[in-house]
């Protein structure tokens, strides 16, 4: 794991300049010496989201972030297909953009063209318990959808409804896990075992929505549609 480098002292402020990565509460003045972006408030918690950031470092210090580089990170997502079949895993692929408020913390910017008529219309809800009745999850779960627009509309989702989900699901949908705090948009891998089942229940509960505690804010990603609610 790279060392960390200290920055000097900062003026104090009433929301950290660059926040930790790991607690997000406390003021980074601790910064990864491998991709110098990176920020921490003490070691501790560098090396405890060290297999987390590993492959960003990586990325960011092979140059990743140039404006002409082409390269591409994965994570693991589920993949309901509009045509059916299986729920299957998929590697969807994003790129890293600095945030434009803490340029020190990476957004995940994925290519939602591979799964989506439309990325300009897509659907996103967050999912953090097991059905409305059941127990909260410990992890948030995002769930996207493009049936906003007029081709995945016509497209019913044999997929969910081979499930035994009894709503007309209808385009691609395709699940993340995502890391807190939702507003920082990175996205970590999904597992069928232990993320389908939550899933498959919230398609069963339908549009009312008792297992989502909270929103993403995809405004801030410049997504003109609308949270499915």
Not at 56 to 85: D, N, T
Not at 98 to 108: A, G, L
Not at 179 to 187: A, C, N
Request: hydrophobic letters at 35%; one cysteine or more; proline letters at 7%.
């Amino acid at each position: 794991m790279p060392t960390l480098l200290l920055d000097g002292p900062q003026r104090p402020v009433r929301a950290p300049e660059y926040p930790c990565q790991f607690c997000w509460a406390a003021q980074g003045t601790l910064r990864c010496s491998g991709c110098k972006t990176a920020r921490y408030c003490k070691k501790e918690h560098s090396k405890a989201d060290w297999l987390r950031h590993k492959s960003e470092c990586g990325f960011i210090s092979s140059g990743g972030l140039h404006p002409r580089s082409i390269k591409w990170l994965s994570v693991k997502a589920i993949f309901f297909p509009a045509e059916g079949g299986a729920p299957r895993l998929v590697d969807a692929h994003h790129r890293l953009a600095p945030d434009p408020n803490y340029p020190c913390i990476m957004r995940h910017m994925p290519d939602w063209g591979m799964w989506f008529t439309n990325d300009k219309t897509l659907w996103p809800v967050t999912v953090q318990r097991m059905g409305r009745d059941g127990p909260p999850l410990g992890r948030s779960l995002v769930i996207m959808n493009g049936e906003n627009s007029a081709l995945d509309r016509a497209t019913r989702n044999l997929c969910i409804q081979g499930l035994g989900v009894e709503r007309e699901g209808t385009g691609n949908y395709l699940a993340f896990r995502t890391r807190k705090p939702d507003q920082i948009s990175q996205y970590e891998n999904a597992r069928m075992d232990e993320d389908l089942p939550a899933i498959v229940q919230h398609f069963k509960e339908g549009e009312d929505l008792d297992s989502v505690e909270n929103m993403l804010d995809w405004s801030a990603l410049g997504y003109s549609g609308v949270i499915h609610c």
